[in-house]
Structures are given as C-alpha cells and as structure tokens.
C-alpha cells in the first residue's frame, strides 16, 4: 500500500515563474493538507481540501498561491510569479477522516528552491 | 487559535540514554496529540500519538504522557539508539474543520555513540 506520494522531489524555479506541486494521497484517503516547512523551522499549515472541495485555506497566502484536489487525479499546490521568499519545503498530508484525532501520514516533500 | 511551544530546542544524549521532549498547548478542547520524527532530506513521519482519553501510551522505546489539566505532553525515548536522531515534532489540532495540525517548532535530538 503506496503511502502519501508528492512530485517532483526538487524543483527549481526562477523568480517569476510558475512552480506546480502534485500529491497523490494514500489510497483510500480523500483528505489533503498542504504544509510549509521554511528552512530550521516546524511546518505551518497553508491548506485542506477535501476531492473538488477547499474546506480551509487560512494558511494559505492570499495572493499567487492557489490549490485544488480534483475529482480525478492528484492534489496541485499552485505558486505564480515565485519569490526568494518561497524557497521551502512543501509537505503534502493525507488522512481517512476529518474527525477530531484522524492521523495525517506525510509524503516526502517538494523542495522549492527560487533563484 | 492553537498554540503549540516545544521544549527543548536540541537535545544531546549519549547512546543508551533515555530522551526526554516537553510540549504545551493552549486549547483546552484539543484531544489529540501526535509526535512525529523527520529525518534529514524526508517527511514528517508519525511515531506515536496519544488521545485524551488516555494518560500515557507506550510503544516499545517510545512513550507519551498526557496532563490535560496542565495542557502539556511529552515523549520519552528510552535506550536511544544511533538512528533516533532525527528532529522531532510534537502537533496539536484545531477545532477547524478537518482538524489541521499546529506543530512545535521541533526537537533536534542528537544521539552520540
């Protein structure tokens, strides 16, 4: 049983331009939660999607950060027009349930570095 | 909302030593703490977690304690191994919906043979 898969590992972007990060969830899960990780630092919640749906964006900045879960396909955490300030680790989560204690497993993370 | 404060910041114990890493949350509705273990390069991953039904769990060399009256928990790493070094992340969830985690700002545990 695959667990939480994210692509790419590594991504490199210059400032500007565009960068997409993709999570498949564990099978049989149908809620999403995108971390951030800044370098030395814990993760912070952006965002959780259920399939089609944006329950809570909170964490996520306003402007130039975007996120969808499909019907099909994978979970996309969306960056326009990226900073230096971007650089991070990206973590994908999944859980069965939304319910008060549903474990969240992580996948392996997309490190976004901006040059 | 949720505040999470994790104490210490890095942790250097001789191998065979036990580890021991100290959270306070500020919600007093949460019910459910996990800890998770990432290593260099990899994701978080979940070791252990304990609900507040419950006062302690124990799972081979790891244990967590619960006070919710004091609105703290810990983990304890008995017999530490060389390969329990990692950054070590305590969490607590929101009452949002879907119950998103607030993490502590991690323990960087350093285990020396």
């Known amino acids: 049983n695959a667990g939480v898969m994210q692509n790419p590992r590594h991504l490199v972007r210059r400032r500007g331009q565009e960068a997409r990060l993709r999570c498949s969830p564990m099978?049989?899960?149908?809620?999403v939660y995108w971390y951030r990780q800044l370098p030395e630092e814990g993760l912070k919640f952006m965002v959780y999607l259920q399939k089609e749906n944006i329950i809570d964006e909170s964490g996520m900045p306003k402007e130039r950060f975007s996120a969808e879960f499909p019907k099909e396909g994978p979970s996309i955490l969306r960056i326009q027009q990226v900073v230096r300030g971007d650089s991070a680790a990206y973590f994908c989560?999944?859980?069965?349930?939304?319910?008060?204690?549903?474990?969240?497993?992580f996948g392996p993370g997309t490190r976004l570095t901006v040059t | 909302g949720e505040n999470v404060e994790q104490h210490p910041s890095t942790l250097s114990v001789q191998e065979g030593d036990s580890a021991v890493i100290k959270c306070t949350y500020s919600?007093?509705?949460?019910?459910?703490f996990p800890w998770y273990k990432q290593e260099l390069g990899k994701g978080p991953q979940l070791i252990i977690d304990i609900r507040s039904n419950v006062g302690e769990k124990k799972d081979q060399r790891i244990a967590v304690t619960l006070n919710k009256t004091a609105k703290h928990f810990s983990l304890h790493i008995t017999e530490t191994q060389p390969e329990d070094s990692a950054v070590y992340f305590c969490?607590?969830?929101?009452?949002?919906?879907?119950?998103?985690?607030?993490f502590g700002g991690g323990t960087r545990v350093l285990v020396k043979p």
């Open positions: 919600d007093s509705a949460s019910n459910y």
């Open positions: 969490a607590a969830p929101s009452r949002a919906a879907g119950n998103k985690l607030t």
């Open positions: 989560a999944s859980s069965l349930t939304a319910g008060t204690g549903n474990e969240q497993y």
């Open positions: 099978k049989g899960h149908s809620h």
